[in-house]
């Protein structure tokens, strides 16, 4: 029989204005010195100021890094290492989408790990020994949930690679979702972002890992997003908003704990070598990979037919397949997401590259369907 394992963070909150509850939780834990991680153009859409004016309230202490990009670096990474050290703060507070969080990750594992300053040696399952810096992460996209997850992602930028970094200790203490700090998203990242959670619902779902519990959390997600994700985007409208931050935080609880599959696979090379925003990718590929690896889960598309109210009655395994892949990609077109990698400037010429990269990250072991280099190639040639 097979042991599952299940590992979340300790505390969340959820709804409009949750951030108010930051500074109640600071004090509880004796924290007086926050570094505050963020991004440059959150920093002048003014969002990070909503959560130093609760901080403000109560006199806790803060230093804000921000240089942090789409796709942060191993010296970005570095560099806010040298900046804790510097400011001798005791907890970080990592206010952003999945770029600045994975960011606070990786700075809190190393001040507890030095061993590991490297950053790229934290590649893989890693083997860290002291749980990271207590991290609060504030989200402030609905789509990447590594807010709850123990999963972690820096560009190399000396080998043009991704490193994918799975460690149980860097899980943030607490999660904060609030989102009045995601209504502000502009459209084109609001769809990549909910999309992205779309994919990491789907990929949980169906990899090799899944079980029931994580089943039942991808399910949920996948039918909240479809019922929530348009309006969200296209109307703004602060219930669906709502919804959405509550369903990628049910996708990430789910995932984090069983993997992922080649959509992340083909991905990330993609942001490594053209900084290409992830949840962009993800939306793009999602369609040509699902469709490929439906035939090896006929059953489990057929139940995400249903959970997003298609009618699934008296079809064959190929319409099954292609009826929920159509649903997704009708979605995605909708959203206005692009649906060819040369749309988005990837050339030709690097599809080999690509392919190998892709082969050779950690999430293609999880991929329900039996995979080859070769069979990448093919399907970033039919994405192109």
């Known amino acids: 029989m097979t042991i599952n394992r299940m590992i979340l963070n300790e505390t969340s909150y959820f709804g409009p204005g949750a951030r108010e509850k930051l500074a109640t939780e600071c004090i509880s834990r004796g924290y007086t010195k926050a570094m505050i991680v963020t991004d440059e153009t959150l920093k002048a859409a003014g969002i990070p100021q909503k959560i130093l004016d609760v901080l403000d309230t109560e006199f806790i202490s803060y ?67 002291n749980r990271s810096v207590p991290i609060i992460a504030i989200p402030t996209t609905a789509g990447t949930a590594a807010e ?16 994918v970094c799975v460690d149980p200790l860097d899980i943030p203490i607490i999660s904060i979702v609030d989102t009045e700090l995601m ?25 090799k890992a899944a ?28 219930e669906a908003i709502n919804n959405m931050g509550v369903a990628q935080y049910i996708a990430g609880m789910g995932f984090s704990n069983v993997g992922l599959g080649i959509v992340h696979s083909m991905a990330h090379p993609l942001g490594a070598i053209y ?15 699902m469709e490929w690896n439906g035939e090896v889960c006929v059953e489990k598309i ?19 397949i292609r009826k929920v892949v159509s649903a997704v990609r009708e979605l995605s077109i909708r959203l206005e997401v692009p649906q060819h990698l040369s749309e988005i400037g990837v050339l030709k010429e690097d599809l080999n590259t690509l392919a190998k990269k892709a082969f050779q990250d950690p999430c293609t072991g999880g991929n329900p369907r039996k995979v080859t280099e070769n069979d990448i190639l093919k399907l970033y040639e039919k994405a192109f």
């Not at 998203?185 to 769809?191: E, G, L, Q, Y």
């Not at 519990?213 to 969200?232: C, P, Q, R, S, V």
């Not at 139940?303 to 009618?311: A, P, Q, Y």
């Open 275 to 289: 900084d290409t925003p992830h949840g962009l990718a993800n939306a793009l590929l999602l369609p040509y990979v």
């Open 63 to 129: 230093e804000i890094f921000s240089d942090i990009k789409p796709n942060p670096t191993v010296t970005c990474v570095k560099n806010g290492v040298e900046m804790f050290k510097k400011v001798n703060a005791d907890c970080i507070i990592a206010v952003g989408g999945g770029s600045v969080i994975d960011t606070a990750k990786a700075i809190g594992i190393i001040i507890k790990n030095p061993e590991f300053t490297d950053v790229v040696s934290l590649a893989g399952v890693s083997n860290t020994k």
């Open 148 to 163: 709850v997850t123990i999963n972690y992602v820096i560009t190399d930028e000396e080998s043009v690679n991704k490193l």
């Open 183 to 207: 209504a502000g998203m502009p459209k084109n990242i609001a769809a990549w972002t909910g999309l992205d959670a779309l994919t990491h619902a789907i990929e949980g779902y169906i990899t």
């Open 211 to 238: 079980w029931d519990m994580t089943d039942m959390m991808h399910l949920k997600a996948i039918e909240m997003i479809f019922k929530n994700l348009e309006k969200a985007v296209q109307e703004k409208d602060m």
């Open 302 to 320: 057929e139940k995400i037919g249903n959970v997003i109210g298609l009618d699934m009655n008296a079809l064959t395994k190929e319409e099954i």
